[in-house]
């Protein structure tokens, strides 16, 4: 019994007869001898649920503890309403899978149309997909979209983006014939170089790609003059976006992008030490290009008895028709942060995502000029900030730093030349999110100051 | 079993409105988050803080109230259904019961909280976990290395795939371009292959529902890259020749991919190892009882043999005394295929399964859900339904039918499908694999009771007889569905894909 219904033995000898055979090994009489254990392989011996936890509570309890996070590098720790749990927990959409079957789907079938329809808004795009794994994959798949649409093969990018991302990026074009090339960003703003851009720009570019915020946490202020130079050969416009800074900062569908991809987690998902997360991908809608999108898509059609209702659409761009000719592998997606982003868009609606950009811009504001405060540590560059902040320590080792606030229950800044080593040692990327206030902001800053002196 | 779905409906067009009808477009909602003032004190007001040309004007959201997002959503989970409303026995992607107390564990704030930047130091007990789980993984498939980093298992196969190319380009084999697939593999075999740049080779299914080991034969050569089975494949069937098929592969110098989507059916039984297999993927939400979550997230982790260790991405997790650490020291890596590390939060799920059913409970739970398939099998042929291939053999964890035969009422597997919806049930894949026509492809796993199947199977007894003496009342079917049946055309003719593309149609006419 426990997980399984049937382990019973009296249940066994029914089905068994029914069957016809006289064991369970005789229903493996297929499998060669040679390769049929004797044994199951050891795993250990089995918990019971009580005993789980309290494993989990020992293996937990020797770890320090955070409470306050100012990890930047991508995705940072923003504050998930309770009602986002409490609905995503609802086991229909929990444990339910891929809707195949549309007349029993139609409450997820319709909420990942609403993720779809928010995130368009949001973005200011026309279409979005039900989801794609993370913001990495969401690059490579953005990548191999645009060079399947241009029929080019030179991809540029510039390279002040997340370096995660753009390793991914560089994993999933690696089997194709293309020209990976990046483009410098100022010294002085940490903003992307127009010129450097210009001159790397062919009539063989398949697409350009700019982060909004970028890595550094910077406002891309020329963003409207980098579409019209890629439009001008012909190329498309990838724009990489945190969309939570979308209730301030202007939507990249109005400054001329064609894709736009990014990372979701911020609408109502936690860190989960990085996944799962929410790859976002957004298209101006033309024909031709509908037809190349990755991934699931949900439309809304109606039944036979006139009733408005939702189904996946254009299969026929899948693996599981196409096969080999698919648009993309992905099957499992990423469905369950999709609501999770439909039901926190939901939630704060026009006032509440404003009013959160607003606290995030003060945040980054506040930390900024008590960064650049401190004598051992500065901000490198001079532009806006959104959530992310590059410090560089003028002195003492991030190392050290980062260790001495985690045992204050601080965590610290991402020292991103730990694995991408075109980084100086110097650097750390902070975030700071609307879970912080003053009080907050101060006990790092204190922290920080205790190593200048 | 009577069944009628919860139908919330607005008028005879609409049912639950979507949230742009319920909502105030373009202001409200719901604040989660106050300034500070005494950071507005400092800082001044935010104006400064954007550049004039970057600032947002307008937001086209609808503005809700958090009592009417909680009915919202909930009147939508209550026209869903889920692995605990009833049995779903959809193949091939192992429907079984999540154990909440996995769910209960992954949801502590030591995990979802905690940022992958993170120093080591304080991600020791997470980093133990997916340790544990690579080791557990291990053992049950006799690979010894793996990474947890795919999302899902289409990400492994193309992880899987890009790894043996890597593999052949090192060692100069440039002309290793071939991936031989089974026409009976999953879709997404082939969509992973080509994305990795091989020329896909089909093989076809022999009569008895396995490769077909002639024409095997007949495509291996000095351009093989490998091969990517499924074993038991996707008829429910063990490729018994498997020993031969990866023989022949190796001594061509291919490599062998396996697809773990069927792992359920063999846990504790074999070794992948013992196969021959080289590289594999493991679905977590599939045979490990992560819950699936309407389409994901689940993750797919691989493993290799010794061989192929270099080639994994970054990071590895490894372990030094009593630290675990990850390690980007893999010189011939295929690079990142995910950021970060993989969905942690979904491998934590699987590590507390595996925990809870231990050693001996990995043999049950594939007993069970062979036993399962087979009894269900036996009751359904008992009843007229024919099974595609390999009705003399025993089947493994799922069965493929064929309702080709009910054609001749006017019924299709569509017909039948929608007939188990009326009677609470999740039917079945249907039309796959491709090979099997009206294919009818069920997947009762462990966590069906034996009541539950036989409720199942008379649902489906009853629906045959229907199919016989009126055959128009199942192409009415379902009725008891929130929807009726859906028109597949008009979605797909002009696909209205956001609210947004809705009303720019509407105003067109």
């Known amino acids: 019994m426990g997980l399984i219904p049937n382990d019973d033995p009296e249940t066994i000898r029914i089905m068994l007869s029914y069957i016809g055979v006289k064991d369970i090994k005789e229903l493996y009489s297929d499998v060669p001898n040679e390769i049929l254990l004797s044994n199951p392989p050891e795993i250990g011996s089995p918990l019971k649920e009580a005993d789980l936890s309290s494993l989990f509570e020992s293996i937990t309890s020797s770890v320090p503890e955070i409470r306050l996070s100012f990890t930047g590098g991508g995705i940072a720790d923003h504050y998930v309403p309770a009602i986002v749990d409490e609905i995503v927990s609802k086991q229909e959409f929990y444990t339910s899978y891929t809707p195949y079957q549309p007349e029993i789907s ?5 909420a990942i149309f609403e993720y779809q329809s928010l995130m368009a808004e949001l973005l200011d795009m026309d279409v979005v997909n039900a989801s794609l794994y993370d913001s990495g994959s969401a690059l490579g798949e953005a990548a191999r979209f645009s060079m399947r649409v241009t029929k080019r093969k030179r991809i540029i990018y510039a390279k002040n983006a997340n370096p995660e991302r753009l390793s991914v990026l560089s994993t999933y074009v690696s089997p194709l014939d293309v020209e990976l090339v990046s483009v410098p960003y100022d010294e002085e703003t940490g903003r992307i170089s127009l010129a450097s851009l210009e001159a790397q720009l062919n009539e063989d570019t398949a697409m350009v790609y700019l982060e909004n915020p ?34 301030v900062i202007r939507p990249p569908g109005d400054y001329g992008a064609d894709v736009v991809v990014g990372e979701g987690q911020s609408l109502g998902g936690y860190l989960n030490f990085g996944g799962p997360s929410l790859g976002i991908f957004a298209i101006k809608s033309t024909r031709k290009m509908i037809r190349q999108v990755p991934g699931r898509l949900i439309g809304m059609t109606k039944d036979l008895e006139g009733t408005r209702s939702y189904m996946m659409v254009l299969q026929s761009r899948e693996q599981h028709i196409r096969q080999e000719e698919a648009t993309s592998n992905i099957t499992t997606n990423s469905q369950l942060m999709a609501l999770r982003a439909a039901i926190y868009l939901s939630l704060l609606g026009p006032d509440g995502l404003r009013d959160l950009g607003r606290k ?94 | 079993m009577k069944f009628r779905q919860a139908t919330w409906r607005k008028s005879n067009e609409v049912l639950e409105p979507t949230v742009f009808e319920l909502g105030v477009l373009g202001r409200g909602g719901t604040k989660i988050a106050e300034p500070d003032p005494d950071i507005i004190s400092i800082v001044g007001e935010t104006d400064e803080l954007i550049p004039e040309n970057m600032k947002r004007k307008e937001i086209n959201l609808p503005g809700m109230a958090e009592p009417q997002v909680a009915r919202h959503f909930s009147r939508l989970a209550q026209m869903n259904y889920g692995v605990d409303s009833g049995s779903y026995w959809l193949g091939s992607c192992t429907m079984k019961y999540n154990p909440k107390a996995a769910m209960r564990i992954a949801s502590s704030d030591r995990v979802r909280r905690l940022h992958p930047f993170i120093p080591t130091e304080a991600a020791q007990h997470i980093l133990r976990i997916m340790y544990e789980l690579q080791e557990m993984l291990s053992s049950i498939t006799g690979l010894p290395h793996y990474t947890l980093q795919p999302a899902a298992g289409a990400q492994g196969e193309f992880v899987g795939a890009l790894i043996i190319r890597a593999k052949h380009l090192d060692e100069g084999e440039r002309q290793r371009d071939e991936m031989i697939i089974p026409v009976s593999a ?76 069927n792992l359920n059916a063999i846990l504790g039984w074999v070794r992948l190892s013992d196969m021959g297999v080289d590289v594999a993927h493991l679905n977590m939400h599939k045979t490990f009882a992560a819950p699936h979550g309407g389409g994901g997230p689940g993750a797919g982790a691989v493993g290799v043999t010794e061989d192929l260790k270099d080639f994994l991405p970054v990071p590895l997790i490894k372990k030094s005394g009593n630290k675990f650490y990850f390690d980007y020291n893999v010189p011939k890596t295929i690079g990142k295929i995910r950021t970060f590390y993989g969905n942690s939060e979904v491998l934590i799920k699987s590590w507390a399964y595996l925990k809870m059913i231990g050693t001996e409970g990995l043999r049950k739970v594939s007993s069970i859900a062979v036993l399962n398939a087979n009894y269900a099998r036996r009751k359904l042929v008992d009843y007229g339904y024919k099974v595609a291939y390999g009705k003399e053999r025993p089947c493994k964890h799922e069965f493929v039918l064929t309702l080709e035969d009910l054609k001749e009422y006017g019924v299709r597997a569509l017909d039948v499908a929608k007939a188990l919806i009326d009677r609470g049930l999740h039917p079945p894949t249907i039309y796959f694999p491709l090979i099997v026509k009206e294919a009818f492809m069920m997947e009762p796993t462990e966590s069906d009771s034996l009541e539950e199947i036989d409720e199942y199977v008379k649902a489906m007894k009853e629906i045959r007889e229907l199919a016989m003496e009126d055959s128009e009342a199942l192409k009415r079917a379902p009725k008891n569905s929130s929807v009726r049946r859906l028109d597949e055309t008009l979605a797909n003719r002009k696909p209205i894909l956001t609210w947004r593309m809705y009303i720019k149609l509407k105003a067109s006419r």
């Open chain 1, 106 to 110: 139609q409450g997820l079938l319709q």
């Open chain 1, 214 to 247: 970028n890595f550094f946490g910077i406002i891309e202020e020329e963003a409207e003059e980098v579409a019209d130079l890629v439009h001008e050969k012909g190329g498309l416009f990838v724009v990489g976006v945190e969309p939570i800074s979308l209730g």
């Open chain 1, 360 to 453: 995030i811009l003060l945040n980054t504001e506040y930390l900024r000029r008590s960064i650049e405060e401190l004598p051992c540590f500065k901000v490198p560059f001079k532009s806006k900030f959104f959530r992310d902040l590059p410090v560089v320590s003028e002195g003492p080792s991030w190392k050290e730093v980062n260790l001495h606030l985690l045992y204050k229950g601080i965590a610290g800044g991402f020292v991103p030349s730990t694995i991408y080593k075109e980084f100086p040692e110097s650097l750390a990327i902070l975030a700071t999110t609307e879970r912080h206030c003053k009080r907050d902001i101060d006990e790092l800053i204190d922290n920080l100051r205790g190593f200048c002196s």
């Open chain 2, 186 to 261: 999953h879709g997404s075999n082939f969509a992973s292959a080509a994305m990795a740049g091989f020329r896909v080779i089909k093989v076809p299914t022999s009569s008895e529902g396995t490769i077909d080991i002639d024409a095997l034969r007949a495509v291996v050569g000095e351009r093989t890259a490998g091969i990517m089975i499924t074993n038991p494949n996707t008829l429910g069937i063990f490729e018994s020749d498997i020993l031969e098929i990866s023989d022949l592969i190796h001594s061509a110098g291919g490599l062998i991919y396996y697809d773990g989507a």
